[in-house]
């Protein structure tokens, strides 16, 4: 059941509010604007459980699609719905964006729940200025008297009829309860203004009953009045923005024309936000001409026209925008002037442009303060070049100067980077579903500068998820293959973790190290894992926690499936396949093996006399500059008589030919007991395939086309699956 502050009318008398307007200063600092200072999200639609904390002035959510990022901001625009509204029926908006129609349908409702068997929560906490504060003690009875009429005055009845009191009689019972009404709330205000922080929580129960809990009679007031010069609001920039060409008509220079059309697009019918923005600014150009020549001062960083400038000197450096000019005609031009002097309208500009340019225009046109932005994919239509810049152009022009609360969705890199830089910003990361910890945000922590250089690695900032598993695998040549086509055969591993490409398998194990170091002590709060090849390394793993090995050469290795390989060929050649059985492809790679086997033993015997002849070199030397090369000339020395100590007792002839003979054993073994698809290597193996069978279809061709029929088929190498599930597991 809807309660009944749910329904409103318009009242019938028009308040007289008291303010004491101030000028914007852009150096003053508020302890407390009117801010959300933490929010927790239970069983709302994408989201299962979402807890953002200590909240800073600008907030940057990001995570891929369908994690629930814009989830977040419907949860806002309901919450803060629910408790009162700028304009009638407001929590009936933001249920018809969803199609839910109570009254034809309740059990639409359902529609809002994850799971039908609990419970929807809403909570948030806020903070106010002492500005709003201030004017909500002077202008109390005012106020009050006004949130108790539109309670208790005419009301939308069932079907919506307009239900009034009959005959003076009702209007004046109407109007004594308006009175004990108004009266209550003004005692509970006053008592309760002073507090620094106020809370609310939105239930809806699985009998769709909905409820807030406490409904501080401060929220209920703050939220049903649209004062931009006064009172903080919440401002909402949907994903789904249009620009359309526009001509100058009907400039209204009333402040207060401005500030109705916000109150109806604030939070719902944004598809009206963006239009009449040429009238806008010329309706702003007027009013800095009338205050000019009433000898009004205009506050520094106040004009619309000159923060539009700077706007253009961020973000478009080529191009000045000129202001509205007056012409001979009677009529303003708003003209753009490009670096060669090229002169064209607003209306010309690109869709990036007018992206950066309209946003902004319409809030910074209402300076609108102590208030809450919602920017859903602020990136949209922009280059990389536009959103540098972009987050502290926001809270420069539109948050620091107007103490307001900026929250940005995105999937932008470089704006998430960014952020991250930044000391007043919350950076979170969403997941589909709940972690570990039962949550689907975690805030990545700043100022560390391990987190940055992870971040770095993992590449794109938007897909890192802050406290989950960080996996390093070996990069080499293609530096992102291994993470590719693990990620590829297990998504899970992806979903889970945070797999990011090292280098060759020493720098690995190094990385591995330094950031299990720092787990241990504490600066990282998330275990470390590694996965390198196991070609012909011998090296013992076991002073390293969590490292592993492929239990083939290499990672390519798996790939050495006749199954698979028959399929791409047939893919390729269609019926001019040179194959017709997986026989017959295991017999083509195993002799392609045959022919890889000699540069393998020739590695492996090259690889065991290097690590000999390294062992003996031992360059010390004195730092002294008088000692420096005698000390150098007999570490030199020292280090030639071990070369040749080595070589006549573990390097002669005939130690190498017995290391040669031993791998050739092991070769011949390999085939003779089929193992060679793991000793041999496989990008080797899968090359000189390609070579002799691709007809022109190379080995990058044939890796990429089997991977992508192993995916198709669900199948998961052994080896591979074995150790992807001891990570996860752990």
């Given at each position: 059941?809807?309660?009944?502050?749910?329904?409103?009318?318009?009242?019938?008398?028009?308040?007289?509010?008291?303010?004491?307007?101030?000028?914007?200063?852009?150096?003053?600092?508020?302890?407390?604007?009117?801010?959300?200072?933490?929010?927790?999200?239970?069983?709302?639609?994408?989201?299962?459980?979402?807890?953002?904390?200590?909240?800073?002035?600008?907030?940057?959510?990001?995570?891929?699609?369908?994690?629930?990022?814009?989830?977040?901001?419907?949860?806002?625009?309901?919450?803060?719905?629910?408790?009162?509204?700028?304009?009638?029926?407001?929590?009936?908006?933001?249920?018809?964006?969803?199609?839910?129609?109570?009254?034809?349908?309740?059990?639409?409702?359902?529609?809002?729940?994850?799971?039908?068997?609990?419970?929807?929560?809403?909570?948030?906490?806020?903070?106010?200025?002492?500005?709003?504060?201030?004017?909500?003690?002077?202008?109390?009875?005012?106020?009050?008297?006004?949130?108790?009429?539109?309670?208790?005055?005419?009301?939308?009845?069932?079907?919506?009829?307009?239900?009034?009191p009959a005959a003076a009689a009702g209007l004046t019972r109407r109007r004594e309860d308006t009175e004990q009404q108004a009266a209550l709330w003004k005692t509970q205000i006053l008592e309760?203004?002073?507090?620094?922080?106020?809370?609310?929580?939105?239930?809806?129960?699985?009998?769709?009953?909905?409820?807030?809990?406490?409904?501080?009679?401060?929220?209920?007031?703050?939220?049903?009045?649209?004062?931009?010069?006064?009172?903080?609001?919440?401002?909402?920039?949907?994903?789904?923005?249009?620009?359309?060409?526009?001509?100058?008509?009907?400039?209204?220079?009333?402040l207060e024309s401005a500030v109705q059309q916000q109150g109806q697009t604030g939070l719902y019918n944004t598809a009206q936000k963006y239009q009449n923005i040429k009238s806008q600014m010329?309706?702003?150009?007027?009013?800095?001409?009338?205050?000019?020549?009433?000898?009004?001062?205009?506050?520094?960083?106040?004009?619309?026209?000159?923060?539009?400038?700077?706007?253009?000197?961020?973000?478009?450096?080529?191009?000045?925008?000129?202001?509205?000019?007056?012409?001979?005609?009677?009529?303003?031009?708003?003209?753009?002037?490009?670096?060669?002097?090229?002169?064209?309208?607003?209306?010309?500009?690109?869709?990036?442009?007018?992206?950066?340019?309209?946003?902004?225009?319409?809030?910074?046109?209402?300076?609108?303060?102590?208030?809450?932005?919602?920017?859903?994919?602020?990136?949209?239509?922009?280059?990389?070049?536009?959103?540098?810049?972009?987050?502290?152009?926001?809270?420069?022009?539109?948050?620091?100067?107007?103490?307001?609360?900026?929250?940005?969705?995105?999937?932008?890199?470089?704006?998430?980077?960014?952020?991250?830089?930044?000391?007043?910003?919350?950076?979170?990361?969403?997941?589909?579903?709940?972690?570990?910890?039962?949550?689907?945000?975690?805030?990545?922590?700043?100022?560390?500068?391990?987190?940055?250089?992870?971040?770095?690695?993992?590449?794109?900032?938007?897909?890192?998820?802050?406290?989950?598993?960080?996996?390093?695998?070996?990069?080499?040549?293609?530096?992102?293959?291994?993470?590719?086509?693990?990620?590829?055969?297990?998504?899970?591993?992806?979903?889970?973790?945070?797999?990011?490409?090292?280098?060759?398998?020493?720098?690995?194990?190094?990385?591995?190290?330094?950031?299990?170091?720092?787990?241990?002590?504490?600066?990282?709060?998330?275990?470390?894992?590694?996965?390198?090849?196991?070609?012909?390394?011998?090296?013992?793993?076991?002073?390293?926690?969590?490292?592993?090995?492929?239990?083939?050469?290499?990672?390519?290795?798996?790939?050495?499936?006749?199954?698979?390989?028959?399929?791409?060929?047939?893919?390729?050649?269609?019926?001019?396949?040179?194959?017709?059985?997986?026989?017959?492809?295991?017999?083509?790679?195993?002799?392609?093996?045959?022919?890889?086997?000699?540069?393998?033993?020739?590695?492996?015997?090259?690889?065991?006399?290097?690590?000999?002849?390294?062992?003996?070199?031992?360059?010390?030397?004195?730092?002294?500059?008088?000692?420096?090369?005698?000390?150098?000339?007999?570490?030199?020395?020292?280090?030639?008589?071990?070369?040749?100590?080595?070589?006549?007792?573990?390097?002669?002839?005939?130690?190498?030919?017995?290391?040669?003979?031993?791998?050739?054993?092991?070769?011949?073994?390999?085939?003779?007991?089929?193992?060679?698809?793991?000793?041999?290597?496989?990008?080797?193996?899968?090359?000189?395939?390609?070579?002799?069978?691709?007809?022109?279809?190379?080995?990058?061709?044939?890796?990429?086309?089997?991977?992508?029929?192993?995916?198709?088929?669900?199948?998961?190498?052994?080896?591979?699956?074995?150790?992807?599930?001891?990570?996860?597991?752990?």
């Amino acid at each position: 059941m809807l309660p009944k502050r749910w329904f409103g009318s318009a009242p019938l008398r028009t308040m007289r509010l008291r303010t004491r307007k101030a000028p914007v200063h852009y150096d003053r600092v508020v302890t407390n604007p009117m801010h959300v200072r933490a929010l927790e999200i239970s069983n709302f639609r994408a989201i299962a459980s979402a807890k953002l904390e200590n909240l800073r002035n600008n907030i940057v959510i990001a995570g891929p699609n369908g994690c629930g990022k814009s989830t977040v901001f419907h949860a806002l625009r309901l919450w803060k719905s629910v408790q009162a509204g700028y304009v009638d029926n407001e929590p009936l908006q933001w249920l018809s964006e969803f199609e839910i129609n109570l009254v034809e349908s309740p059990r639409d409702l359902t529609l809002l729940f994850r799971e039908p068997t609990k419970a929807v929560r809403i909570a948030g906490t806020v903070e106010l200025a002492n500005e709003e504060k201030d004017f909500i003690r002077a202008n109390i009875d005012e106020l009050t008297h006004e949130l108790a009429w539109r309670d208790l005055g005419p009301r939308a009845g069932k079907g919506g009829r307009l239900i009034v009191p009959a005959a003076a009689a009702g209007l004046t019972r109407r109007r004594e309860d308006t009175e004990q009404q108004a009266a209550l709330w003004k005692t509970q205000i006053l008592e309760t203004i002073d507090e620094p922080q106020f809370e609310a929580e939105l239930v809806i129960d699985t009998n769709l009953q909905m409820r807030v809990n406490p409904a501080p009679p401060v929220l209920r007031l703050v939220y049903a009045f649209n004062r931009p010069d006064a009172i903080g609001a919440f401002e909402y920039h949907t994903a789904d923005r249009n620009y359309q060409r526009e001509q100058v008509s009907n400039i209204d220079l009333r402040l207060e024309s401005a500030v109705q059309q916000q109150g109806q697009t604030g939070l719902y019918n944004t598809a009206q936000k963006y239009q009449n923005i040429k009238s806008q600014m010329a309706g702003s150009y007027l009013r800095e001409l009338i205050a000019k020549a009433a000898n009004v001062e205009y506050p520094a960083g106040a004009s619309l026209i000159e923060s539009l400038r700077d706007l253009f000197r961020t973000f478009f450096p080529e191009k000045e925008f000129r202001g509205p000019v007056p012409l001979p005609t009677g009529k303003l031009s708003f003209n753009v002037t490009t670096l060669g002097g090229f002169e064209h309208d607003i209306n010309d500009l690109s869709s990036g442009e007018k992206e950066v340019l309209y946003g902004y225009l319409r809030l910074r046109n209402l300076a609108r303060r102590h208030s809450v932005l919602l920017f859903d994919e602020p990136e949209l239509h922009l280059n990389p070049l536009l959103i540098r810049g972009l987050p502290q152009f926001y809270a420069r022009q539109l948050g620091k100067p107007f103490d307001n609360q900026i929250w940005l969705l995105t999937h932008s890199d470089v704006l998430l980077r960014e952020a991250i830089e930044q000391p007043d910003w919350s950076v979170f990361h969403m997941r589909s579903n709940p972690a570990a910890d039962g949550t689907q945000v975690a805030e990545t922590a700043k100022g560390n500068s391990l987190h940055r250089a992870i971040l770095d690695l993992v590449g794109e900032t938007a897909a890192y998820q802050p406290q989950r598993k960080l996996v390093i695998f070996e990069g080499g040549g293609d530096s992102q293959f291994d993470v590719t086509m693990t990620t590829t055969l297990f998504p899970s591993l992806a979903a889970e973790t945070n797999p990011i490409s090292g280098n060759d398998k020493m720098k690995v194990r190094e990385l591995h190290r330094l950031l299990e170091s720092a787990s241990e002590a504490g600066k990282l709060n998330f275990k470390v894992f590694s996965i390198t090849d196991r070609d012909s390394d011998d090296t013992d793993l076991s002073g390293i926690t969590r490292a592993y090995k492929w239990n083939v050469y290499h990672i390519e290795n798996y790939l050495v499936e006749p199954r698979f390989v028959l399929e791409v060929m047939q893919e390729l050649f269609s019926s001019q396949c040179p194959f017709k059985t997986e026989s017959d492809v295991n017999d083509a790679l195993r002799a392609a093996a045959r022919k890889a086997s000699d540069a393998y033993i020739k590695e492996r015997v090259k690889r065991w006399v290097d690590s000999k002849m390294f062992g003996c070199l031992q360059l010390g030397a004195d730092s002294t500059p008088t000692r420096l090369v005698p000390s150098l000339l007999a570490s030199i020395k020292a280090s030639a008589d071990r070369i040749r100590e080595i070589v006549q007792h573990e390097l002669g002839e005939a130690a190498v030919k017995s290391k040669q003979d031993e791998v050739l054993k092991e070769v011949e073994q390999s085939f003779s007991n089929d193992e060679w698809r793991m000793r041999i290597p496989g990008r080797e193996i899968l090359k000189r395939f390609a070579k002799e069978h691709g007809n022109g279809n190379g080995y990058p061709t044939l890796r990429n086309l089997t991977i992508a029929r192993m995916r198709s088929a669900d199948y998961q190498p052994a080896g591979m699956k074995k150790v992807i599930q001891e990570i996860l597991d752990a």
